[in-house]
């Protein structure tokens, strides 16, 4: 039964060699992305590993090559103006605490990271600063005003390569969060492998399949013409299989994060990407 429900759920896929596009000349305003690498020591099953810029369209490309035609400046200049507002009971704003927000230049290529003993993510750093330095409410996960900043303080890294820790206090983070990765779930019994893993390159329908790189995060969809969280887009995918999505923010989808970081080490920040 396994394997006829896996095959359904694979029908449309065309059938051809896992590939990336031809076209991986990156670069961004004139400065160059590294989109296709050496796979991490740690990965079995794969040699090298492709930015999903390398799956998208020509045209859907073209649109992260300059700054001034990617739609998801829109909401980076959200970002500027959450930096700078004061909200919350202490009077603060991001900017009373972090003078330029190009201090977090590097944060990006780390995180998910392990600090006090828990896994942490870049949403759990701002609403952090947000409740106990500003007094201030803390923002949905994948809402538009975390996205806005997210994409702001990732846009610092841009360029930078990925490079979060696997060993010591990640390490049973990432084990987790590689259970989650081959774990089949939903109607479809289906694991995120099948389809990065193991069909990346071939079409369903009409997507190029890529390798589910979060390299990019956030990033805007034209799906939905709007900016979208990594666990937005895991929740997105759960649903796809009919499986009853995890919590945004909970511990299996910040484990999973971390381990789809960890595949993509030594890729390019492209933060905000354009996806289809």
Same mark, same amino acid.
């Given at each position: /039964? *396994? ?5 359904? @759920? +694979? ?6 060699? @896992? !590939?990336?596009?031809? #076209? ?14 050496? @796979? ?15 799956? *998208? #369209?020509?045209? !859907?490309?073209? %649109? ?36 330029? +927000? ?18 942490? !993510? /870049?949403?759990?750093?701002?609403? &952090?600063?947000?409740?106990? *330095?500003?007094?201030?409410?803390? =923002?949905? =996960?994948?809402? $538009? ?11 610092? #890294? ?15 983070? =990432? ?14 019994? /289906? @694991?995120? #492998? ?6 990346? &390159? +071939? ?12 390299? $990019? ?9 709007? %900016? ?9 995918? /759960? ?9 945004? &923010? ?27």
């Amino acid at each position: /039964m *396994r394997r006829i429900t896996t095959l359904i @759920a +694979v029908s449309t896929l065309a059938v051809g060699a @896992a !590939t990336a596009q031809d #076209s991986n000349e990156l670069s961004i305003d004139g400065a160059p992305m590294v989109t296709e690498v050496a @796979a991490p020591a740690h990965m079995e099953n794969v040699d090298t590993i492709y930015s999903g810029w390398r799956f *998208r #369209s020509v045209e !859907t490309q073209s %649109l992260e090559m300059d700054d001034f035609d990617n739609p998801a400046f829109v909401f980076v200049d959200k970002g500027i103006d959450l930096f700078d507002a004061v909200d919350g009971s202490e009077g603060k704003a991001c900017a009373s605490c972090h003078e330029d +927000v190009a201090e977090f230049a590097g944060l990006r290529t780390k995180l998910p990271k392990v600090q006090d003993g828990e896994l942490v !993510t /870049m949403e759990e750093l701002v609403n &952090g600063c947000r409740t106990e *330095r500003m007094g201030a409410e803390p =923002w949905k =996960w994948s809402g $538009g005003d975390m996205t806005a900043m997210t994409a702001l303080i990732g846009l610092q #890294s841009r360029g930078m390569p990925i490079d979060v820790a696997i060993d010591g206090d990640a390490a049973p983070f =990432w084990e987790k969060g590689k259970e989650l990765y081959y774990t089949r779930v939903g109607q479809l019994d /289906m @694991a995120c #492998s099948n389809c990065h893993e193991d069909n990346y &390159g +071939v079409m369903i329908r009409a997507d190029h399949l890529s390798q589910g790189q979060i390299n $990019g995060f956030p990033t805007y969809r034209l799906k939905n013409a709007k %900016l979208n969280s990594s666990h937005g887009r895991f929740k997105g995918c /759960m649903k796809n299989i009919r499986a009853e999505p995890y919590k945004e &923010g909970g511990e299996k989808f910040k484990a999973l994060e971390l381990y789809l970081a960890s595949r993509g080490n030594g890729l390019s920040v492209e933060t905000p990407s354009v996806r289809n």
